[in-house]
């Protein structure tokens, strides 16, 4: 569905005023996603790793592979034992042809070992994968490889933020080396972001019959990057400075410096890192005593860390206006026979107030 202007407000007032990166996807480019993320380097070739060795749950280079609940145990296997067996799938031309090639070293990794037995079989071909990332990253690049590269893939993947908002979902595509029972083959799939906020890639690989030798998949040469200087829009640059600000305000768009409302992951942090910032500066004589509970107020009365929530300026019928934090914009509902209005800013301290001194 082609979203309507309608729908396409709704969804700017319901995505959070956070996810402000962009991302880009480079399926089947290589190239363009060296040239647009810097050469990310190759973190995970699986060619140090045991052939056999069921990987799920272990960190190489940062980044975390698990199987999916359902999916086959994450094993690695030398490419060249790959093999699919003759009896079980229907449509084979040539069985010999369908293996899973490496694309860097001998070994790739290939959920359910190295026999690519026919579906239905979740431990053999329900070949998930889950990449988390203890730091999100910028950028993530794979090798998808295919039983049967015949242009049709059943890979989705779909990238989160360390908030579960979704950057990314769609599918993967491959090419086509002869239709129906064609031989396998590797297709680079990548996503670069402009911030450093891809905190986990999920692949579901949907194929799970007999019908064709295609059913799975596996995996090889993993390339992530970061960006050495985080380019995420900081609350300190979005902080207006046409108006001079009241203390608690000056001292509040100090402090979003040092704990970032659009980073936050989690409101709790946020508040304590907003309530640490602020004895620091106590101690170090830059803030009253006098501001602290009005500054830690207008943290925790915030939507920092609240993936989903909006504030809420809800105007009663004598005019008087009281801010809340609601999750989702369709629960900013007006009182009877007042207005409601989604806050312009993400505390309850600026949201509803047009002064032209704020802060995130
Ligand atoms: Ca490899
Ligand atoms: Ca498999
Ligand atoms: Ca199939
Ligand atoms: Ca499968």
């Keep these: 569905m082609r979203p309507t202007p309608a729908t396409s407000l709704l969804l700017a007032l319901l995505a959070p005023a956070a996810a402000s990166a962009a ?30 060795t069921d990987i799920g749950g272990q960190t190489i280079g940062g980044v975390t592979l698990s199987p999916s609940a359902t999916g086959a145990p994450l094993i690695v296997v030398r490419a060249s034992d790959t093999m699919t067996p003759a009896a079980g799938y229907t449509g084979i031309v040539d069985a010999s042809t369908n293996t899973l090639p490496a694309t860097s070293g001998q070994n790739v990794l290939s959920p359910g070992g190295a026999t690519l037995g026919p579906g239905p079989d979740d431990p053999v071909e329900n070949d998930d994968l889950v990449l988390t990332f203890a730091t999100p990253v910028s950028a993530v690049g794979f090798d998808h490889l295919s039983q049967s590269a015949d242009g049709f893939s059943f890979s989705n993947v779909t990238v989160f933020d360390s908030s579960d908002t979704v950057l990314f979902s769609g599918s993967i595509s491959i090419s086509n080396l002869g239709g129906g029972g064609a031989p396998g083959g590797a297709d680079f799939w990548g996503i670069v972001s402009d911030g450093n906020d891809i905190a986990r890639v999920e692949v579901d690989e949907g194929d799970n019959n007999n019908s064709f030798p295609d059913c799975n998949i596996g995996y090889d040469t993993i390339r992530v990057g970061g960006l050495s200087s985080v380019t995420t829009t900081t609350t300190a640059s979005t902080t207006s400075t046409t108006a001079p600000c009241d203390p608690t305000t000056a001292a509040r768009a100090r402090l979003s410096a040092q704990c970032s409302c659009a980073d936050a992951t989690n409101h709790g942090a946020y508040v304590k890192c907003i309530a640490h910032a602020v004895k ?59 207005s409601a209005r989604v806050g312009t800013h993400a505390s309850c301290c600026d949201a509803c107030t047009d002064t032209g001194c704020s802060v995130d």
């Design 280 to 338: 620091a500066e106590v101690k170090a004589g830059t803030v009253p005593k006098s501001l602290v509970r009005g500054i830690k107020k207008c943290a925790a009365r915030s939507t920092c860390g609240k993936s989903g929530f909006v504030t809420c300026c809800r105007t009663s019928r004598q005019g008087v206006t009281k801010c809340s934090t609601k999750h989702g914009a369709a629960k900013c509902k007006a009182p009877k026979g007042g």
């Design 23 to 52: 991302v880009t996807v480079f399926p089947m480019d290589l190239a363009g996603f060296d040239a647009a993320a810097g050469n990310p380097p190759v973190v995970v070739d699986f060619d140090a790793i045991a052939p056999g």
